[in-house]
Every structure is written in C-alpha cells, then in structure tokens.
C-alpha cells in the first residue's frame, strides 16, 4: 500500500457522503472516514484541484439477490455532510446506480478539466467506492483510493475491497500519505 505519486492534474471525489447515508452502521465508523475526507478535500482546495461531491439519489431499477435494507429517505437525505465544506467551485454528481460514472456528467467534466488522475474516497468500499474506481480505471484514469477514508457496511466486504480488488486498479494509501505528496509538491 503505497501512493507513489500525483498528476499534476488530479481530482478528488467523495462518494456519498451525505447525511441519508448516516442511517446506514459502518466499519469503520462514519464519523472517522468523515474527518479524513474533509481534510483531504482540505488539501485539494489548498492546491486548486478539482473537487468532486457525489451523493446517490436512490436505486437503479431491476432486480438483485440482495438489495440491502430499506431506508426511507428524509428530507434531509441528499444534503452534504457539512464538513466537507461545500463551495461553489466544487462539481456535484447525483447518481442512481452505484458508480458516479453511468448516467452523470461526471466523465465529460475530469476529461474537460484534463484532469488524468482521480483519488476517491467515501462509502460504501465494495459499492459505490469500488464502482466508481473501476469504470475510471477503465475511462484511462490513474486512480488512487485512500482506504482509511472509506467505509462498507458490511467490514468483510470493506477488506475484500481493499486487499484483493483495489490493488488491481489503483494505488492505496491513507489519506495522510495524499496529502503529504501534495503538499510537497508531488503533483
């Protein structure tokens, strides 16, 4: 697990960390990822990188084996975790499919900004991180996944994710490594 470095051009995206999702037990816990993000959202508006917010809307149609429970949406339920601070130059995806990819403008607006690499951060690790990390590795993206800022409700799941399917399409590393890089310069 080592970040080894940044493109110049690198873009953060937080997945649905909104406050439906605090419904939802985590391992680990929410309120941790929570404060990793928002210090890497932090560090990327230190150094003008683009800032991705997604947030999940609700389901894509069809059928599964195993949909999850069934929560009923507040009204609240869409609105961004106030730590991450929201500013008008931050992009916002809303999604209905578990990657922020299929459906989104979120393809067009990393490839209109030139941006060549994407670190990802957010819930859930084996759904919406990991759907989100596979199509941008296979858009062409660098991707990098800072695991001590995810979380899975489901912590088997979370390691899967994390030992056997990220090491495939990414670099893994804290978020603090991230940062690190970036403000050294290692962009």
């Known amino acids: 697990m080592a970040v080894t470095t940044l493109d110049p051009n690198t873009a953060l995206i937080v997945i649905d960390l909104q406050k439906g999702i605090l419904a939802y037990s985590t ?19 230190r150094h003008a990188l683009p800032i991705v917010l997604v947030t999940v809307a609700g389901r894509p149609p069809g059928r599964t ?25 931050d992009h916002l995806v809303t999604k209905r499919t578990p990657g922020a990819f299929t459906g989104t403008d979120l393809e067009p607006y990393l490839k209109g900004r030139g941006v ?8 859930a690790t ?28 489901d912590s088997e799941k979370h390691q899967n ?25 290692a962009h």
Do not use: C, K
């Open 126 to 153: 084996s759904n919406g991180v990991e759907a989100t990390a596979r199509h941008a590795y296979e858009l062409g993206f660098n991707v990098t996944l800072a695991i001590d800022a995810m979380s899975d409700t």
């Open 65 to 89: 084996e195993q949909a999850g429970p069934r929560i009923e949406p507040t009204p609240d339920w869409l609105d961004l975790l106030p730590e991450l601070d929201r500013q008008p130059a």
């Open 27 to 45: 391992e680990p816990p929410v309120a941790e990822v929570v404060t990793r993000a928002a210090a890497l959202v932090a560090a990327f508006r």
């Open 116 to 123: 060549t690499q994407v670190v990802i951060v957010g819930l």
């Open 161 to 185: 994710s994390i030992t056997r399917i990220f090491p495939r399409l990414a670099e893994t590393g804290r978020a603090q490594d991230i940062i690190d890089l970036l403000d050294r310069g």
